[in-house]
């Protein structure tokens, strides 16, 4: 996640500097330093930051799961964590999703499927 959409999201969610730093659990200084591209922003803040964005925007309402928009194969299902806990709206939160045939090895491999995604959700 780049300066730029983090600032996106925190305005998304309608927060200050302050108030977001409350809401993440990190600091204010963290906040500001993240917005200004002083510090990068690790994987659980962002992805703390599209799940919180996701809920505000409702995107967890979309009524098609993940399996059925990509036609996943009864073997990918079966093994992939986001079938097994029925939460096939929140792929894209979760580790160990088998996307694109395969299980990401890190945070970053992973989002750059998921924002390139049609379940992703357009926040």
């Not at 970053?108 to 357009?122: A, H, L, S, Y």
Request: charged residues 25%; contains cysteine; aromatic residues 10%.
């Amino acid at each position: 996640m780049e300066k730029e959409e983090f600032k996106h999201y925190r305005q998304l969610l309608d927060r200050t500097q302050e108030s977001l730093a409350h809401l993440l659990g990190i600091s204010v200084k963290a906040v500001r330093s993240y917005e200004q591209g002083w510090r990068h922003i690790p994987g659980y803040v962002e992805r703390q930051m599209l799940l919180l964005s996701s809920f505000k925007a409702n995107a967890r309402l979309m009524p098609t799961p993940c399996w059925e928009i990509m036609k996943c194969p009864d073997e990918q299902k079966k093994s992939c964590p986001a079938w097994e806990l029925n939460a096939g709206t929140l792929c894209w939160y979760i580790n160990g999703t088998v996307c694109a045939g395969a299980i990401q090895d890190n945070w970053g491999d992973k989002m750059t499927i998921c924002r390139n995604c049609k379940v992703f959700p357009e926040l």
